[in-house]
Nanobody, 122 residues
């Protein structure tokens, strides 16, 4: 059972990135999938999740700029990030579980990826 994130990198403020999350050993799309990030020197925070039925949740700081989605055929989840800000810098983790709330995404997901670095800097 494994989750692998990809798509991170260095981008200028105002730019965009799309993170991908893929799984092996289980079908990612059969679970709630969330994204958690950890900024340098800060605690990790849940920023988004999507339920199997498609309902989504976003943290206020990313609402309107980030979009979570999935490709069921490919068994891949995405986090499209636009209008990126320096404060979006951090390690982004994909996680799978059974609940789509900030508390559950942060603390009670079953499977976690290793994380991918996103750096927003001029």
């Amino acid at each position: 059972v494994e989750i692998v994130e990809s798509g991170g990198g260095l981008v200028q403020p105002g730019g965009s990135l799309r993170l991908s999350c893929a799984s092996s050993g289980f079908r990612l799309v059969n679970y709630v999938v969330g994204w958690v990030r950890q900024a340098p020197g800060k605690e990790r925070e849940g920023i988004s999740c999507i339920e199997t039925a498609g309902k989504t949740w976003y943290e206020d700081s990313v609402q309107g700029r980030f979009t979570i989605s999935r490709d069921s055929a490919k068994n891949v989840m995405y986090l499209q990030m636009t209008a990126l800000k320096p404060e979006d810098t951090g390690i982004y983790y994909c996680a799978a579980g059974l609940g789509c709330t900030k508390r559950i995404v942060m603390n009670y997901m079953w499977y976690w990826g290793q994380g991918v670095q996103v750096t927003v800097s001029p």
